[in-house]
């Protein structure tokens, strides 16, 4: 039996699959958010294919980490704590907010245009509003606290989900693709 797309997963995207709009140009940046996408909060570690993912993006693109925290400081030490974790990143901005503020210096640093970077995280209204407002393409990673929280907006819908981070991978790679046709 043909499984038709539902009014809510045109809404908010069937994991693994990309978007009925465009595909972004050729992605050289990957902005992460940290909690609940890269750092499992409840379980106090790293998520299981967090390491083996940022190994394997790293040979091929600029990485940058945002997170937010109401004690920044104690945040940044908790990350630089975590072995070998921070050499993956070109930068590592935590703060009390996230803004288009962090996401632009993440750009800065790694000299792309929003189009060359793309930013995966678990939040609807946090990180992946503020990568579409900028213009990047985003991956909502639906995992854990806010998963069952649904865009309500153009401007909240991601351009890919993802239900776990390996997933990311071959979507990278369809774009790496569709780019180079172009």
């Not at 940046?29 to 409840?42: A, K, M, P, V």
Request: a neutral charge; hydrophobic letters at 35%; proline letters at 5%.
């Amino acid at each position: 039996m043909k499984h038709e797309t539902t009014a809510k997963e045109e809404a908010i995207g069937t994991p693994g699959k990309e978007p009925k709009g465009g595909v972004p140009t050729l992605i050289k940046g990957i902005i992460f958010d940290f909690s609940r996408t890269l750092y499992d909060q409840e379980k106090d570690t790293l998520m299981d294919s967090a390491l083996p993912l940022l190994e394997e993006l790293k040979k091929h693109y600029q990485l940058c980490l945002v997170g937010r925290n109401d004690d920044v400081e104690k945040r940044k030490k908790h990350i630089a704590s975590i072995p070998g974790f921070t050499a993956y990143f070109k930068k590592i901005i935590v703060n009390i907010v996230k803004s288009d503020k962090e996401f632009q210096e993440c750009l800065n640093s790694m000299k792309l245009s929003p189009e060359e970077a793309l930013v995966v995280g678990d939040k609807i209204t946090g990180e992946i509003t503020l990568g579409n407002r900028m213009g990047m393409a985003t991956v909502w990673f639906r995992n854990g606290k806010f998963s069952g929280v649904l865009p309500k907006s153009l401007e909240e819908q991601p351009t890919y989900v993802i239900t776990s981070l390996q997933e990311l991978l071959p979507i990278l790679q369809k774009i790496g693709n569709e780019a180079k046709e172009k």
